[in-house]
């Protein structure tokens, strides 16, 4: 098994991920019937999940406020604030980047999920750590809110491994471009 860092995320047509409040109920605005966009089968290629403090803190407030939605699965939380004692996770300050992948790859082989907003996505690009993107693009445009790629990080290339559309959302999966690849 390779060990990659993977980029799991939807994002609006304009490219945002969330309302400029933080909202995510355009993700589930969807015409139609829920479609299946593979989360089964992702989540169980995983062995652990970086996730950032403001995501950590919108799934216990808003999405999942009595139930832990990734028991078992280790889960490391970036963030410089306080936190609470929570047995589901483990809270560190590291630097968001190698110093943190590094930390994690210590711990666990395998794919890794990078959960979580463009604070947390820039900080590992700055260091060219993400191997894959699964992106869905789900069909809203919001008109502001927060980017999926904040400014900051230097060009990156990728390769296109597939484009598909799943019922009204569009998959896209990129890979880090590296030399003979």
């Known amino acids: 098994m390779e060990d990659k860092l993977i980029l799991y995320i939807a994002v609006s047509l304009d490219g945002y991920i969330a309302e400029k409040d933080g909202g995510i109920s355009f993700l589930n605005e969807t015409p139609g019937p829920s479609p299946d966009l593979g989360y089964e089968k992702f989540y169980q290629s995983l062995q ?34 306080e ?37 947390i996505v820039r900080g590992f690009m700055r260091d060219g750590l993400i191997d894959q993107y699964y992106i869905y693009v789900m069909p809203v445009a919001l008109g ?3 980017p999926l790629f904040p400014a ?13 559309k799943i019922g009204e959302i569009v998959e896209l999966v990129y890979r880090k471009d590296t ?3």
């Open 179 to 181: 030399p003979g690849s």
């Open 144 to 146: 502001d809110g927060i």
């Open 48 to 81: 652990a999940i970086i996730l950032g403090g403001k995501t950590y803190r919108q799934i216990k407030q808003e999405l999942s406020p009595d139930e832990w939605p990734y028991e078992g699965m280790p889960c490391y939380v970036c963030t410089r604030q």
């Open 152 to 164: 900051g990080f230097s060009k990156i290339n990728l390769k296109l491994d597939s484009c598909k």
């Open 83 to 119: 936190h609470p004692d929570d047995p589901n996770v483990q809270f560190t300050s590291l630097p968001l980047g190698r110093q943190m992948l590094d930390f994690v790859r210590g711990k666990h082989t395998g794919n890794i999920w990078l959960m979580g907003g463009g604070e």
